[in-house]
């Protein structure tokens, strides 16, 4: 672990997502339930739709394919 590096801030692995329009809705492509959209914020570094049943996140263009 000798060149183990911390990072101060956390990276945006991808910060090019398309973010759905507020107050839209899907349901989960894996179980079908409906998942939540997260808000856009500047400090998010994750997808837009999060299911809490089976713990997965998705972009829009996931959903697309």
């Known amino acids: ?3 183990n590096h911390n ?3 956390s990276i945006k692995f991808r910060p090019d997502y398309t973010w759905p329009e507020e ?3 899907r349901n989960c ?4 339930n409906p998942m939540q959209l997260q808000e ?3 400090d998010f570094y994750g ?3 999060w299911c809490h049943s089976c713990q ?3 972009s829009e263009e996931d959903l697309k394919e």
């Open 40 to 42: 856009n914020l500047r």
């Open 7 to 9: 990072i101060e801030e």
């Open 56 to 58: 997965w996140q998705f």
């Open 47 to 49: 997808k837009p739709w």
């Open 23 to 25: 107050g839209s809705t």
């Open 29 to 32: 492509p894996r179980c079908n």
């Open 1 to 3: 672990m000798a060149d």
